[in-house]
């Protein structure tokens, strides 16, 4: 996890999301956020939540919120962020063991911690960890890379020229561990691209109900020339009304560079 920490200490989390093609995976995010969370004020626990951006916006709509995130650096800037004063708590800590008790939580996010964990035993513990402090019939929206993104995000930039990245994306399409040959490259960290198929089993053996799978990006993740397409307020919406069409479709859940999986803690 070293280099993971040191990738986050470069403090390049805090206006990614504002940022080209990332654009689309906050706003679809925050839609499906927004669908499957009960009403605020509810009790979130934002874990993983960086330097808080999903965080902020829940606040914005009344929700009660708390955050955790593994790196120092981005709980520094969260604690002098003067737009997140009203958190309920603020976390350096482990989504493997959260310090909170049973059933305080009406909703989780992992959108984060899925993918830079090591294995599936790491995978489930977060998991169980989330289900145990839902109360009963709580919402998990938990997030993961999927395994191409890596490979479709090589063929639309010219990277699959280079051999490093070629040795890099093969491994990752093989057997899911992403890591870049060398951090000065400035690549994607040390992380884990899942198959659709493993998130739905990681649920399912953590205890949830009612797993389902809903591509992020979708269709949108091979758009040509996004800048311009995101820009102009008719064809965005387009783009967004053809995601949601096909957001549940699995034979397109490669194309999506994310996937969000909700589930529900039993009743």
Known sequence: MDRVAAYYGQDREHDRLTRGSNRLEFERTRELV????????????????????????????????????????????VRGDPSLPGLASITLGDARA??????????????????????????VRALREARRCLRSGGVLLAA????TASTLDGLLAGLDAD???RHMRNATLEGGPHEPPDPTLGWFTTAYFHRPEELSG?????GFQDADLYAVEGLGNV???????????????RLLDVIRRTERDP???????????VGHAPL
Do not use: K, N
């Open 34 to 77: 927004q669908r499957f969370l009960p009403p605020s004020p509810a009790v979130v626990l934002d874990v993983g939540g960086g330097t808080g951006p999903y965080a902020r916006w829940l606040l914005e709509a009344g929700y009660t919120v708390h955050l955790l995130d593994a790196s120092t650096t981005h709980i520094e800037r």
């Open 98 to 123: 959260l310090p909170y008790p049973p059933g305080q939580a009406d909703g989780v996010l992992l959108l984060g911690p899925l993918y830079h964990l090591t294995g599936r035993e790491d995978w």
């Open 144 to 147: 993961a890379i999927t395994r």
């Open 163 to 165: 051999e490093r990245f």
């Open 202 to 206: 990681e649920l399912r053996e953590a």
């Open 223 to 237: 758009v040509p020339d996004f800048d311009t397409l995101w820009a102009d307020g008719e064809r965005r919406e």
């Open 251 to 261: 034979s397109l859940f490669g194309v999506s560079a994310h996937l969000l999986a």
